[in-house]
């Protein structure tokens, strides 16, 4: 099944968890397309000075692939800069936080699986 | 947990499944880390010419998401030109080829979930 760049669902959400500016996230899968192991397998673009505040994950983990722009992280409690190619994974229990703090939109994966 | 872009497992397959030429994996989880839900998530890499020959996913799913390059794919016996943006679902039961027929490296996200 193809899904064509401009057919996919694309939300966005503002000061998501707590962050500041826009969250803009394209979903490639719906709910029903990965088999309940997941909720979230989308392009995330954070606008320069925008992010996701810190937060914990319950019952699943993400993990970030960097694949455009500099990112702020906060990995359970502690701070580091990621660019492209870099990974962040946060497992069940874990917190993280990102913030674009570049001048250009910061692109990355986000996939977020069940922990059963 | 952070994994620096250097720090990534990276494999290289020839002919892989039958398609021609080189496939360069770049694995952003481990088994252990993806909670028994899938069984790859990793960076594809195709040079121009090469292929992934066509196959049928048994047990499990597999979602493309192109970020560079023009492929050609078989989609279940269809075929179509994918380029940025664009996605390719391949559920349980389906099959699935990928060609690079570009004149640059051919870049996407392959993500395999388990269908249980």
């Known amino acids: 099944m193809i899904k064509r760049k401009n057919e996919l ?6 000061e998501f968890l707590g962050g500041k500016g826009t969250l803009q996230l394209t979903h490639f899968l719906e709910r029903e397309d990965a088999y309940d ?4 397998f989308a ?5 320069p ?3 996701i505040g810190y937060h914990t994950h319950t019952g699943d983990g993400e993990t970030y692939f960097i694949l455009k722009g500099r990112a702020l992280v906060n990995d359970d409690g502690e701070e ?3 660019e492209a190619g870099d990974v962040l994974i946060t497992k ?4 993280h936080s990102i913030e674009n703090i ?3 939109d910061l692109e990355y994966i986000a ?3 069940f922990d059963k």
């Open 43 to 47: 392009l995330s673009v954070l606008t």
């Open 80 to 82: 580091a800069v990621l």
């Open 49 to 51: 000075g925008s992010s």
């Open 102 to 104: 570049g001048d250009t």
């Open 37 to 40: 192991s997941g909720r979230l």
């Open 92 to 95: 069940n229990g874990s917190s």
């Open 9 to 14: 669902k694309v939300v966005t959400q503002k």
């Open 111 to 113: 996939l977020i699986l």
